[in-house]
């Protein structure tokens, strides 16, 4: 069935609300990221949504607009923000302790930052071992806590004179979890949170209270979360985007970049040993094994739905894939990673790649978090519901469909959203097929 392309979009009139879980690095980044640019003291790099274009039509058309100007997205002029923590620093004391921006960029926005303080947690040490929260909500159980969010929520619009919202999930990771009875339906999750049910993380709360206040979701970390089929499905019913896994940042980001080109020239691959060190307080999270468990499994998926071993067996049927995290305090928010990748070619001779990426995390990932609020707010205007796959680029470990595979490549993934736009907007396909510049009937 061919799906008829253009959509109606509702305008971006108003302000749009990006609620934050988590007055972290990231989203400290991320909100005085915005301000300066709003104020016009640095770019927006590394923000597809701000700084890229996209083709229409054929080659000779010559017609590229800013994607921004192609569809319509809400404005930075037009965002404010919210946030919760279990650490009651405000954004612009969060934003030093981080330590990611410089002074030039916090202290001509302290007081605006100062005005962004975060509303008590729903937090549970249990999920996130290394950290101890004094800001929380308590309540007589899960539900409970889940109704208190809806509150903010409400709240928060109000007070803001928001007319949309969307909530990003840029707390810490919390430890693994895999799906079980408890997430199979709402009436089960509605249930277990009742009873304090253990398989019920603070982020499905905050994930719940957000659908059920017809917020769309996006998670920014490897948690399950939203990843269970009882809100994959109360999306689906209420008409709500939702996402994640996991922004997709440093190494991973590399990983699919490198991985697809081996893969596309048909050279072997014997082993992938990535380790990295980091001294923020997501490397000290991740410090604890039950929460990088979770982290390992978001890093770990992605070459084995790349190389697909089961049908290249000679090429990539005997992998060594490892991934580690080192919390080293001296780097801060800095990170080294490091990849040592040995292929082989004709005949199968060995080589070798090293790749060292002296990267700074929440500078990759806070234009990420800018693209997501605005693609999420658009694809409600657009009436797009449940698992957004086409923003898969955002993330290491994309939610699908049941029964489909995730999509890894960075560029099959970009194909995929900028078709997805053109789509939206009624705009041809880009197949690169281009026979027609050779073939003249
Ligand atoms: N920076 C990157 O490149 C990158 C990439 C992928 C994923 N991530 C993920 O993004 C998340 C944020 O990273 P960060 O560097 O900002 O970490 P951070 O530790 O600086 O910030 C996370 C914040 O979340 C808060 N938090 C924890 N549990 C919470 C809860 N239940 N409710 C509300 N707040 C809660 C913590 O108190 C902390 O302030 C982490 O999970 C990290 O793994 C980051």
Redesign the pocket.
């Known amino acids: 069935m061919a799906l008829q392309s253009g959509r109606d979009i509702a305008p971006a009139r108003g302000t749009l609300g990006v609620m934050l879980?988590?007055?972290?690095?990231?989203?400290t980044t991320f909100v005085a990221g915005v301000e300066n640019v709003r104020r016009g003291s640095g770019l927006p790099i590394g923000s597809l949504s701000q700084m890229g274009t996209i083709r229409l039509g054929k080659r000779t058309e010559k017609r590229s607009p800013k994607i921004k100007e192609f569809v319509p997205l809400a404005e930075l002029k037009d965002l404010v923000f919210a946030a919760?923590?279990?650490?009651p620093d405000d954004a612009y004391s969060?934003a030093r302790k981080?330590g990611v921006l410089e002074p030039h960029h916090l202290e001509p926005i302290a007081d605006f930052l100062k005005g962004l303080k975060p509303m008590p947690?729903?937090?549970?040490q249990s999920?996130?071992k290394r950290?101890h929260?004094t800001h929380v909500k308590s309540g007589k159980n899960k539900r409970d806590l889940a109704e208190q969010l809806r509150h903010d929520i409400r709240d928060f619009k109000q007070r803001s004179g928001a007319d949309r919202l969307v909530m990003i999930w840029?707390?810490?990771?919390e430890v693994f979890l895999t799906p079980g009875p408890a997430h199979q339906s709402l009436a089960a999750f509605e249930k277990a949170m009742e009873q304090n049910d253990p398989a019920i993380a603070?982020?499905m709360l905050?994930a719940y209270a957000a659908l059920m206040e017809n917020v769309p979701f996006a998670n920014?970390?490897?948690n399950l979360t939203v990843d269970v089929p009882a809100l994959e499905r109360l999306a689906e019913e209420r008409t709500l985007p939702i996402g994640g896994k996991?922004?997709?940042?440093?190494q991973t980001m590399m990983k699919t970049v490198l991985a697809p080109a081996f893969k596309a020239r048909m050279l072997g691959l014997a082993g992938w040993y990535s380790t990295n060190i980091l001294g923020?307080?997501?490397g000290e999270?991740?410090d604890d094994p039950e929460s990088f468990k979770t982290?390992e499994e978001s890093k770990l998926g992605v070459l084995e739905y790349i190389l697909q071993p089961d049908q290249y067996p000679e090429l990539y049927g005997n992998v060594f894939h490892k991934v580690r995290i080192n919390y080293y305090p001296p780097r801060g928010?800095n990170k080294e990673g490091w990849d040592n990748i040995d292929i082989f070619g004709w005949l199968g001779y060995p080589m070798q790649i090293k790749v060292d990426f002296l990267c700074r995390?929440?500078i990759?990932?806070a234009p990420i978090v800018l693209d997501l609020a605005l693609f999420f707010d658009l694809a409600q205007r657009a009436r797009l519901s449940g698992i957004q796959e086409w923003l898969s680029f955002y993330f290491?470990s994309p939610q699908t469909a049941p029964g489909l595979y995730p999509e890894h490549d960075l560029f099959i993934q970009q194909t995929k959203l900028k078709n997805t736009l053109r789509w939206l907007m009624g705009e041809e396909q880009i197949t690169h097929l281009g026979i027609e510049y050779y073939e003249k009937a």
Do not use: E
């Open positions: 879980v988590g007055l972290g690095a990231v989203s919760w923590d279990p650490i969060a981080a947690a729903a937090f549970d999920y996130v950290l929260g840029a707390a810490s990771t603070p982020s905050y920014g970390a490897p996991d922004f997709k940042t440093g923020n307080r997501d999270v991740l982290k928010d995390d929440s990759l990932a290491k």
